[in-house]
């Protein structure tokens, strides 16, 4: 009855999360519609893995730890370490069967006059001629030897997993900013040594814009978060309780069949059914997670959009239905896998316990069945004691053995991001400007602002399908054709002299932003454009897009101070900073504020009113007097008297 309710459960689990789609996910995500005003599935989801996780997952994690020599040298340790716990066990058994000699020899000469007494190092079964305090010494320097090599196996071990996960984590973020990795880079980039900061300075301005429209902001943040958090805490401890218990347990086999070879077959049949019973967990608690992955992404892109649209959602009364309605079915989702998880956890737990039980039952009847006069008691309690241990290890091992494969989802994951395709070469092609502007200065280009369109067409790229939906079959004899790209602009033709002002007027969806978004290169771009006779494929994206101001309708400023808002890379000296804000008129009230200059701006200018917010933006455009100026209905939230500054400047 409760295994009926389980798959019910997973079913019911399975079919709402096929059918729901959180309020955030639709705001943000691109809509097709088709005659029918069906959306197109294609983005309706975070994308899951199906199957059992890549070896090349684990390659990569493994390369990002220091290599094969890493994980040779780590093997070593442990392997070490667990003889040294099997020499302890032994060196008592041996111990405990030389005080058994012992007694047994003293019994005999105290029952038989003519018998010598035998001291305990010269028993014939102390082959090493010990005496009994020295067999103490021996066993407490075994145990400080096992604690030794178990500091130090722990160290290595969590030093190599932080080294992994600092190179993942730099990794991904190049994957996002927009470098493509690939496993080759991968080994190479683990030889050296970046933080997240040098990935954020190579590449900020590198992702595809396509990659931010179609993912909202709580998927991203759950990759950088809960998977980075995964990867950090609970995959080193799986990893290492793996790794201990695939260990132990072959000591614990090697010591319990040396003392009782009958043994083996009882112990072939256990390890077949351990393993049967880990495929069946593995193969339902992967899929869960993953599952319980993409739910919480959900929520979390629920929670980002209603912080951002408050205002509209009050406006609109619908906290009730937003907030409290659409909340708890998306948590109801996510508690729903996070329970089957725990469940199947559970299940799996009972019945290695009834497998473990069933061995321990072997293990002990056996010495009832084969018992021989030969037979020592350190011995039996040996294999006893061995067995025991097992049944209380194999559970946590078992299942941390498939917890390791569960966690590095969250590696698979992480790795998706790193193969994200670059939107186009950051830095400038030397080769290229060499050969066609051989007497061009690129340091100050461009010196007139001279722009050309040549036939030029813009696409606004969508996320790649990843086989959510197979490419049909062709009719015989037919072919399929290729679906066209939606143009947003098509072959513009334009120039654009020096010192030429010029304005662009059409009604909404015209085309207006899509030329700025091919000035700046935003997205696909088909023709060619040139600024004083430079493609953006000889300048590269870095030089060509901060030689080009903008601004925007919406100003766009960082939590930051004034002065790096004013000046983000740190080229321009105080008094320049001044005397841009002089031309903005922003000079009095800065000069007013405690901190000047350091002043800190709120997220997104939140202390700051709209004009002011422009006019720093202004500023910031002035600062780079750039020969190419773009405003894009810049004077649609300031008065008359902004607008005729920004004319003016």
């Known amino acids: 009855m409760k295994y009926t309710w389980t798959v019910l459960l997973f079913q019911e689990l399975v079919h709402q999360f096929r059918s729901q789609r959180s309020m955030s996910e639709v705001s943000q995500m691109s809509f097709n519609l088709d005659s029918d005003n069906n959306l197109d599935p294609q983005y309706e989801g975070e994308a899951q893995q199906k199957g059992s996780v890549d070896n090349s997952v684990y390659l990569a994690y493994v390369k990002s730890g220091g290599g094969k020599l890493a994980v040779l040298t780590l093997f070593g340790l442990f392997a070490l370490a667990q003889v040294f716990y099997a020499s302890t066990d032994i060196w008592l058994k041996e111990w405990v069967n030389l005080e058994e000699a012992f007694t047994a020899q003293n019994a005999t000469a105290a029952s038989d006059d003519n018998s010598t007494v035998v001291t305990f190092e010269n028993l014939p079964e102390n082959r090493w001629g010990l005496t009994s305090e020295q067999c103490v010494y021996v066993y407490a320097a075994l145990i400080v030897v096992c604690v030794l090599f178990t500091w130090n196996k722990l160290v290595v071990f969590y030093n ?31 030889r050296s040594e970046m933080s997240a900061n040098d990935a954020m300075c190579r590449g900020v301005t590198n992702a595809p814009m396509w990659f931010f429209n179609h993912n909202p902001s709580g998927r991203i943040l759950n990759r950088f978060s809960k998977d980075m958090g995964q990867v950090d805490t609970l995959l080193p401890v799986a990893l290492v309780d793996c790794l201990g218990f695939f260990l132990e347990v072959v000591s614990i086999l090697v010591v319990v069949c040396l003392v009782n070879w009958w043994l083996l077959v009882p112990t072939a049949v256990v390890a077949m059914l351990l393993y049967v019973l880990r495929e069946l967990f593995l193969n339902t608690s992967r899929e869960l997670k993953r599952i319980e992955a993409i739910a919480r992404s959900q929520s979390l892109n629920h929670a980002a959009a209603t912080v951002s649209g408050l205002t509209t959602i009050r406006s609109a009364g619908e906290q009730q239905r937003t907030l409290a309605q659409e909340f708890d079915k998306l948590q109801d989702l996510h508690s729903s896998a996070w329970t089957l998880v725990l469940t199947s956890n559970r299940a799996f737990g009972f019945w290695m316990d009834m497998v473990c039980c069933l061995y321990l039952g072997c293990v002990t009847f056996s010495f009832f069945l084969f018992a021989s006069a030969e037979s020592h008691g350190g011995n039996v309690g040996l294999a006893i004691t061995q067995v025991i241990g097992l049944v209380g290890m194999c559970q946590f091992g078992m299942r941390q053995t498939a917890e390791v494969e569960n966690q590095m989802t969250s590696v698979e994951r992480i790795l998706e991001y790193t193969n994200l395709p670059a939107e186009h070469p950051v830095d400038p092609d030397e080769k290229a400007l060499l050969a066609n502007h051989s007497s061009l200065d690129f340091k100050s280009w461009p010196v007139k602002g001279e722009i050309i369109f040549e036939d030029v067409s813009l696409e606004y790229e969508k996320p790649p399908r990843k086989d959510l939906h197979p490419a049909p079959e062709a009719p015989s004899g037919q072919k399929i054709v290729a679906d066209e790209p939606v143009l947003a602009i098509r072959g513009i033709n334009l120039q654009i002299q020096p010192a030429e002002k010029v304005a662009v007027v059409g009604r909404t969806g015209a085309g207006k932003s899509s030329l700025i978004a091919a000035l700046f290169r935003l997205s696909k771009l ?27 309708q919406r100003p766009a400023l960082f939590a930051a101070s004034l002065r790096d808002n004013l000046d983000p890379d740190g080229r321009y000296t105080d008094v320049q900073l001044w005397d841009a804000l002089d031309q903005v008129e922003l000079r009095e009230m800065v000069s007013a504020l405690p901190a000047g200059l350091n002043t800190k701006v709120g997220d997104g200018g939140g202390n700051l009113s709209a004009g002011q917010r422009q006019l720093v933006c202004l500023a910031r455009a002035a600062l780079a007097r750039s020969r190419v100026l773009i405003l894009d209905e810049a004077s649609a939230n300031v008065d008359t008297e902004y607008e005729f500054l920004s004319f003016k400047i």
């Open 526 to 552: 088909y023709g060619k454009v040139t600024v004083d006779g430079v493609t953006v494929d000889e300048a590269g994206l870095r030089a060509w897009r901060s030689r080009l101001a903008a601004l925007p």
């Open 160 to 190: 190599t997993c932080i080294k992994a996960s600092q190179r993942l984590h730099d990794t991904m973020f190049r994957g996002v900013m927009g470098v493509r990795v690939n496993t080759v880079q991968l080994t190479k980039l683990c």
